[in-house]
T-cell receptor, first 114, second 112 residues
Framework: GENVEQHPSTLSVQEGDSAVIKCTYSDSASNYFPWYKQELGKRPQLIIDIRSNVGEKKDQRIAVTLNKTAKHFSLHITETQPEDSAVYFCAASKRGTGRRALTFGSGTRLQVQP | EAQVTQNPRYLITVTGKKLTVTCSQNMNHEYMSWYRQDPGLGLRQIYYSMNVEVTDKGDVPEGYKVSRKEKRNFPLILESPSPNQTSLYFC???????????FGSGTRLTVV
Protein backbone atom coordinates (compact mmCIF):
# COMPACT_ATOMS: atom_id res chain seq x y z
CA GLY A 1 0.00 0.00 0.00
CA GLU A 2 0.87 3.66 -0.15
CA ASN A 3 3.27 5.13 2.40
CA VAL A 4 3.77 8.87 2.79
CA GLU A 5 6.70 10.29 4.73
CA GLN A 6 6.78 13.93 5.76
CA HIS A 7 9.69 16.11 6.95
CA PRO A 8 10.43 17.96 9.07
CA SER A 9 8.18 17.14 12.00
CA THR A 10 8.64 20.65 13.41
CA LEU A 11 9.71 23.86 11.71
CA SER A 12 10.27 27.27 13.22
CA VAL A 13 10.78 30.35 11.03
CA GLN A 14 10.84 34.09 11.51
CA GLU A 15 7.92 36.10 10.23
CA GLY A 16 8.54 37.02 6.60
CA ASP A 17 10.80 34.04 5.90
CA SER A 18 9.87 31.12 3.67
CA ALA A 19 8.92 27.65 4.89
CA VAL A 20 9.28 24.40 2.97
CA ILE A 21 7.75 21.06 3.93
CA LYS A 22 8.63 17.92 1.99
CA CYS A 23 6.84 14.64 1.44
CA THR A 24 7.73 11.44 -0.33
CA TYR A 25 5.34 8.73 -1.45
CA SER A 26 5.88 5.11 -2.32
CA ASP A 27 3.20 4.20 -4.87
CA SER A 28 4.09 5.46 -8.35
CA ALA A 29 0.39 5.15 -9.32
CA SER A 30 -0.62 7.91 -6.89
CA ASN A 31 -1.93 10.89 -8.82
CA TYR A 32 -3.48 13.32 -6.38
CA PHE A 33 -1.59 15.19 -3.66
CA PRO A 34 -3.47 17.52 -1.30
CA TRP A 35 -2.16 19.57 1.59
CA TYR A 36 -4.15 20.23 4.72
CA LYS A 37 -3.69 22.86 7.43
CA GLN A 38 -4.86 22.13 10.95
CA GLU A 39 -4.93 24.94 13.46
CA LEU A 40 -4.89 24.12 17.13
CA GLY A 41 -8.14 22.48 18.19
CA LYS A 42 -9.66 22.66 14.72
CA ARG A 43 -10.35 20.37 11.81
CA PRO A 44 -7.91 19.83 8.92
CA GLN A 45 -8.71 22.09 6.00
CA LEU A 46 -7.61 21.71 2.41
CA ILE A 47 -5.31 24.56 1.41
CA ILE A 48 -3.94 23.44 -1.95
CA ASP A 49 -3.71 20.31 -4.05
CA ILE A 50 -1.91 19.12 -7.16
CA ARG A 51 -2.51 16.35 -9.65
CA SER A 52 0.15 14.29 -11.35
CA ASN A 53 -0.25 15.98 -14.71
CA VAL A 54 1.01 19.27 -13.25
CA GLY A 55 4.48 20.06 -11.90
CA GLU A 56 3.70 23.17 -9.89
CA LYS A 57 0.70 25.08 -8.60
CA LYS A 58 0.50 28.43 -6.84
CA ASP A 59 -2.14 30.18 -4.78
CA GLN A 60 -0.98 33.54 -3.46
CA ARG A 61 1.76 32.81 -0.89
CA ILE A 62 1.39 29.04 -1.14
CA ALA A 63 2.86 26.81 -3.81
CA VAL A 64 3.20 23.07 -4.25
CA THR A 65 5.70 21.29 -6.48
CA LEU A 66 5.63 17.69 -7.63
CA ASN A 67 8.47 15.52 -8.89
CA LYS A 68 6.91 12.30 -10.17
CA THR A 69 10.23 10.72 -11.06
CA ALA A 70 11.57 11.12 -7.54
CA LYS A 71 8.12 10.58 -5.99
CA HIS A 72 8.22 13.64 -3.83
CA PHE A 73 6.20 16.80 -3.46
CA SER A 74 6.70 19.93 -1.41
CA LEU A 75 4.73 22.78 0.10
CA HIS A 76 6.27 26.24 -0.07
CA ILE A 77 4.97 29.15 1.97
CA THR A 78 6.49 32.54 1.27
CA GLU A 79 6.37 35.68 3.43
CA THR A 80 5.19 33.69 6.41
CA GLN A 81 2.85 35.30 8.91
CA PRO A 82 1.97 34.31 12.50
CA GLU A 83 -1.41 33.04 11.30
CA ASP A 84 0.43 30.45 9.21
CA SER A 85 1.36 28.69 12.47
CA ALA A 86 -0.38 25.31 12.40
CA VAL A 87 0.18 21.64 11.68
CA TYR A 88 0.41 20.84 7.98
CA PHE A 89 -0.36 17.42 6.53
CA CYS A 90 0.47 16.13 3.09
CA ALA A 91 -1.46 13.24 1.57
CA ALA A 92 -1.49 11.06 -1.52
CA SER A 93 -4.13 9.07 -3.31
CA LYS A 94 -4.85 7.35 -6.61
CA ARG A 95 -7.97 6.90 -8.62
CA GLY A 96 -9.95 3.75 -8.09
CA THR A 97 -8.63 2.81 -4.68
CA GLY A 98 -11.34 3.99 -2.32
CA ARG A 99 -9.78 2.00 0.48
CA ARG A 100 -6.77 4.26 0.58
CA ALA A 101 -8.44 7.28 -0.87
CA LEU A 102 -6.09 9.44 1.21
CA THR A 103 -2.92 8.34 2.96
CA PHE A 104 -1.58 11.11 5.18
CA GLY A 105 1.90 12.03 6.25
CA SER A 106 2.58 12.37 9.96
CA GLY A 107 2.38 16.17 9.95
CA THR A 108 4.68 19.19 10.33
CA ARG A 109 4.18 21.67 13.13
CA LEU A 110 5.06 25.10 11.74
CA GLN A 111 5.75 27.91 14.17
CA VAL A 112 6.12 31.43 12.77
CA GLN A 113 7.89 33.69 15.23
CA PRO A 114 6.75 37.34 15.15
CA GLU B 1 -23.89 25.80 4.26
CA ALA B 2 -21.96 22.79 2.97
CA GLN B 3 -20.61 20.89 5.92
CA VAL B 4 -19.83 17.67 7.70
CA THR B 5 -21.45 17.48 11.13
CA GLN B 6 -20.14 15.24 13.86
CA ASN B 7 -21.66 14.60 17.26
CA PRO B 8 -20.77 14.67 20.03
CA ARG B 9 -17.74 16.99 20.14
CA TYR B 10 -16.54 15.56 23.43
CA LEU B 11 -17.29 12.23 25.04
CA ILE B 12 -16.00 10.52 28.16
CA THR B 13 -17.07 6.94 28.62
CA VAL B 14 -16.13 3.81 30.50
CA THR B 15 -14.53 0.67 29.16
CA GLY B 16 -17.02 -1.66 27.52
CA LYS B 17 -19.94 0.73 27.20
CA LYS B 18 -21.11 0.81 23.59
CA LEU B 19 -21.16 4.19 21.91
CA THR B 20 -21.91 5.74 18.55
CA VAL B 21 -20.41 8.85 17.01
CA THR B 22 -22.64 10.29 14.33
CA CYS B 23 -21.52 11.91 11.09
CA SER B 24 -23.70 13.60 8.51
CA GLN B 25 -22.88 15.53 5.31
CA ASN B 26 -25.15 17.70 3.20
CA MET B 27 -23.06 17.81 0.01
CA ASN B 28 -24.32 14.61 -1.61
CA HIS B 29 -20.79 13.21 -1.42
CA GLU B 30 -20.29 9.57 -2.33
CA TYR B 31 -17.19 8.93 -0.24
CA MET B 32 -17.11 9.14 3.53
CA SER B 33 -14.33 8.14 5.84
CA TRP B 34 -13.41 7.99 9.51
CA TYR B 35 -9.96 8.91 10.78
CA ARG B 36 -8.38 8.91 14.18
CA GLN B 37 -5.67 11.37 15.07
CA ASP B 38 -3.05 10.59 17.67
CA PRO B 39 0.07 12.63 18.53
CA GLY B 40 2.97 11.83 16.20
CA LEU B 41 0.89 9.43 14.10
CA GLY B 42 -0.99 11.83 11.90
CA LEU B 43 -4.40 10.84 10.56
CA ARG B 44 -5.07 7.14 10.22
CA GLN B 45 -8.04 5.80 8.32
CA ILE B 46 -10.40 3.55 10.28
CA TYR B 47 -13.13 2.78 7.76
CA TYR B 48 -14.35 4.26 4.55
CA SER B 49 -17.47 4.05 2.43
CA MET B 50 -17.71 4.51 -1.32
CA ASN B 51 -21.50 4.70 -1.34
CA VAL B 52 -24.64 3.41 0.36
CA GLU B 53 -24.14 -0.10 1.72
CA VAL B 54 -20.51 -0.14 0.52
CA THR B 55 -17.95 0.00 3.32
CA ASP B 56 -14.46 -1.35 3.84
CA LYS B 57 -11.63 -1.34 6.32
CA GLY B 58 -8.94 1.27 6.46
CA ASP B 59 -5.60 1.00 8.25
CA VAL B 60 -6.83 0.65 11.85
CA PRO B 61 -10.33 -0.95 11.82
CA GLU B 62 -10.01 -3.17 14.89
CA GLY B 63 -12.60 -2.38 17.54
CA TYR B 64 -14.78 -0.26 15.26
CA LYS B 65 -17.87 -0.77 13.13
CA VAL B 66 -19.58 1.46 10.60
CA SER B 67 -22.73 1.47 8.53
CA ARG B 68 -23.90 3.45 5.50
CA LYS B 69 -27.64 3.04 5.18
CA GLU B 70 -28.16 6.52 3.78
CA LYS B 71 -25.85 8.57 1.63
CA ARG B 72 -25.61 11.44 4.08
CA ASN B 73 -24.91 9.47 7.28
CA PHE B 74 -21.90 7.41 8.30
CA PRO B 75 -21.90 6.57 12.02
CA LEU B 76 -18.90 5.12 13.82
CA ILE B 77 -19.72 2.45 16.39
CA LEU B 78 -17.53 1.25 19.23
CA GLU B 79 -19.16 -1.92 20.54
CA SER B 80 -16.85 -2.32 23.52
CA PRO B 81 -14.57 0.72 23.87
CA SER B 82 -11.14 0.31 25.42
CA PRO B 83 -8.67 2.92 26.72
CA ASN B 84 -6.47 2.56 23.61
CA GLN B 85 -9.36 4.01 21.61
CA THR B 86 -8.96 7.31 23.42
CA SER B 87 -8.29 9.65 20.53
CA LEU B 88 -9.51 12.51 18.38
CA TYR B 89 -11.83 11.26 15.66
CA PHE B 90 -12.65 12.96 12.38
CA CYS B 91 -15.29 12.15 9.84
CA UNK B 92 -14.65 13.37 6.31
CA UNK B 93 -16.44 13.28 2.99
CA UNK B 94 -15.44 13.65 -0.62
CA UNK B 95 -17.36 13.83 -3.86
CA UNK B 96 -15.38 11.11 -5.64
CA UNK B 97 -12.83 9.94 -3.08
CA UNK B 98 -9.80 11.20 -4.96
CA UNK B 99 -10.40 14.90 -4.55
CA UNK B 100 -10.49 17.24 -1.60
CA UNK B 101 -11.99 15.89 1.59
CA UNK B 102 -14.12 18.05 3.89
CA PHE B 103 -13.65 17.25 7.55
CA GLY B 104 -16.05 17.43 10.44
CA SER B 105 -15.17 19.33 13.62
CA GLY B 106 -13.89 16.23 15.37
CA THR B 107 -14.91 14.16 18.38
CA ARG B 108 -12.55 13.92 21.30
CA LEU B 109 -13.18 10.55 22.93
CA THR B 110 -11.80 9.50 26.28
CA VAL B 111 -12.27 5.92 27.46
CA VAL B 112 -11.52 5.34 31.14
Amino acid sequence: GENVEQHPSTLSVQEGDSAVIKCTYSDSASNYFPWYKQELGKRPQLIIDIRSNVGEKKDQRIAVTLNKTAKHFSLHITETQPEDSAVYFCAASKRGTGRRALTFGSGTRLQVQP
Amino acid sequence: EAQVTQNPRYLITVTGKKLTVTCSQNMNHEYMSWYRQDPGLGLRQIYYSMNVEVTDKGDVPEGYKVSRKEKRNFPLILESPSPNQTSLYFCASSLRGVDGYTFGSGTRLTVV
